[in-house]
T-cell receptor, first 113, second 113 residues
Framework: GNSVTQMEGPVTLSEEAFLTINCTYTATGYPSLFWYVQYPGEGLQLLLKATKADDKGSNKGFEATYRKETTSFHLEKGSVQVSDSAVYFCALSGRQAGTALIFGKGTTLSVSS | DAGVTQSPTHLIKTRGQQVTLRCSPISGHKSVSWYQQVLGQGPQFIFQYYEKEERGRGNFPDRFSARQFPNYSSELNVNALLLGDSALYLC????????????FGQGTRLTVV
């Protein structure tokens, strides 16, 4: 079945450091891929998405490219801020009606000043 | 515009009791999905409803049930609560049946004692 594997955390960085959070997936067909962010005590917010191979999703300085050949969707940001501290979830969704979002276990990012 | 609203925000129940959680989707959205997020894990899919019909179901026991009303709001019911049902329950709304852009509510924190 479909699944998502993302790197274990926590990831601890200093402000302005480069961020990479790895995400790989297993899926039949051509899923859509997502990164969601969860701040403490809150629900999930969609950060970015990509719906087909080689698409690049971007938002708030974060980027991720849909790589079909490596089944990956790694999240990157060139310069993190303290306010980026949160839990990041990689997710996929099939293209059939009623299919669920399948999430990874989440990666906690902690950025210090 | 109001986002996805869930009520209550927190709830404490005793083992064996029943609970009802409520969700109002974004105006114009016809699909509501429910997810369970256990501490330290990614959300797990429970149900999807679209146009008042169940369109998808995750691997949860029959103690879990849901429905969607004509105004597209939704309720999740859990009977015979177990300690393991303690979790954050998230509701997501989307325009159509596909998860191309799902918006999450803040969640209901259920504690079973």
């Amino acid at each position: 079945g479909n699944s998502v594997t993302q790197m274990e955390g926590p990831v601890t960085l200093s402000e302005e450091a480069f961020l990479t959070i790895n995400c790989t997936y297993t899926a039949t067909g051509y899923p859509s891929l997502f990164w969601y962010v969860q701040y403490p005590g809150e629900g999930l917010q969609l950060l970015l998405k990509a719906t087909k191979a080689d698409d690049k999703g971007s938002n708030k300085g974060f980027e991720a490219t849909y790589r079909k050949e490596t089944t990956s969707f790694h999240l990157e940001k060139g310069s993190v801020q303290v306010s980026d501290s949160a839990v990041y979830f990689c997710a996929l969704s099939g293209r059939q009606a009623g299919t669920a979002l399948i999430f990874g276990k989440g990666t906690t990012l902690s950025v210090s000043s | 515009d109001a986002g996805v609203t869930q009520s209550p925000t927190h709830l404490i129940k005793t083992r064996g009791q029943q609970v009802t959680l409520r969700c109002s989707p974004i105006s114009g959205h016809k699909s509501v999905s429910w997810y369970q997020q256990v501490l330290g894990q990614g959300p797990q899919f429970i149900f999807q409803y679209y146009e008042k019909e169940e369109r998808g179901r995750g691997n949860f026991p029959d103690r879990f049930s849901a429905r969607q009303f004509p105004n597209y709001s939704s309720e999740l019911n859990v009977n015979a609560l177990l300690l393991g049902d303690s979790a954050l329950y998230l509701c997501a709304s989307s325009l159509g049946q596909l998860n191309t852009e799902a918006f999450f509510g803040q969640g209901t924190r259920l504690t079973v004692v």
